[in-house]
């Protein structure tokens, strides 16, 4: 199976919106709203972001809001802070019951 | 709130196997419907999925390593294994533990290990 296609980079000032995308196909992002994001910061664990396309865990900032469009799901990180800069990885189901995660993008704060 | 920690030798030889234990604190294994799962990390590259399971079920594999891994449960020790076979320098990596975020489902993971590092090489 082929990671999900992430941008490499994106960035943006502070308190500025910025959106990362996540592409796949119909066998895994197209097919199911089983999408999740991960931050993970320099040598940390990842930590879960976004569950089932929209869905915010406890704890996680109402500035982090996911949403999807055919094949393609996002990433949108509002009032960008100097926090946020870290790698986000995206994350989907796929048909044969596996899953499969994005390429990775990193974000910058400028 | 479960806590995970992944144990394991840091150097393993190439062709041989790479055995791993995640220990679970705060809660039960056995006593709960959590998933389950292994992900690991190669060097500045991105994340993949290796493995999940549930404990009344089958476990589930990335096709690209479904020939190669083994994962296992151990209710009594409240910990679950992950072996790879055949390792080569290409399995190098940070590899993590993972429980899911909710009972009966296994979309995303909430609670991971600190990872721990291990390197292929003779």
């Known amino acids: 199976q082929s990671a999900l296609t992430q941008p490499a980079s994106v960035s943006g000032s502070p308190g500025q919106s910025i959106t990362i995308s996540c592409t796949g196909s119909s066998s895994d992002v197209g097919g199911y709203t089983y999408v999740s994001w991960y931050q993970q910061h320099p040598n940390k664990a990842p930590k879960l972001m976004i569950y089932d396309v929209t869905n915010r865990p406890s704890g996680v900032s109402n500035r982090f809001s996911g949403s999807k469009s055919g094949n393609t799901a996002s990433l949108t990180i509002s009032g960008l802070q100097a926090e946020d800069e870290a790698d986000y990885y995206c994350?989907?189901?796929?048909?044969?019951?596996?899953?499969?995660f994005g390429t990775g993008t990193k974000v910058t704060v400028l | 709130q479960s806590q995970l920690q992944e144990s394991g030798p840091g150097l393993v030889k190439p062709s041989e196997t790479l055995s791993l234990t995640c220990n679970v604190s705060?809660?039960?294994?056995?006593?709960?419907?959590?998933?389950w799962g292994w992900i690991r990390q190669p060097p500045v590259k991105g994340l993949e999925w290796i493995a999940s399971f549930y404990n009344f079920g089958s476990p589930y594999y990335n096709p690209s390593l479904r020939s190669r891994v083994t994962v296992s449960v151990d209710t009594s020790k409240n910990q679950f294994s992950l072996d790879l076979s055949s390792v080569t320098v290409a399995d190098t990596a940070v590899y993590y533990c993972?429980?899911?975020?909710?009972?009966?489902?296994?979309?995303?993971?909430?609670?991971w290990g600190q990872g721990t590092m291990v390197t292929v090489s003779s």
């Open positions: 705060g809660g039960s294994i056995g006593g709960n419907n959590y998933y």
């Open positions: 993972a429980r899911s975020l909710k009972e009966g489902t296994d979309d995303a993971f909430e609670i």
């Open positions: 994350n989907s189901y796929t048909s044969g019951n596996t899953y499969v």
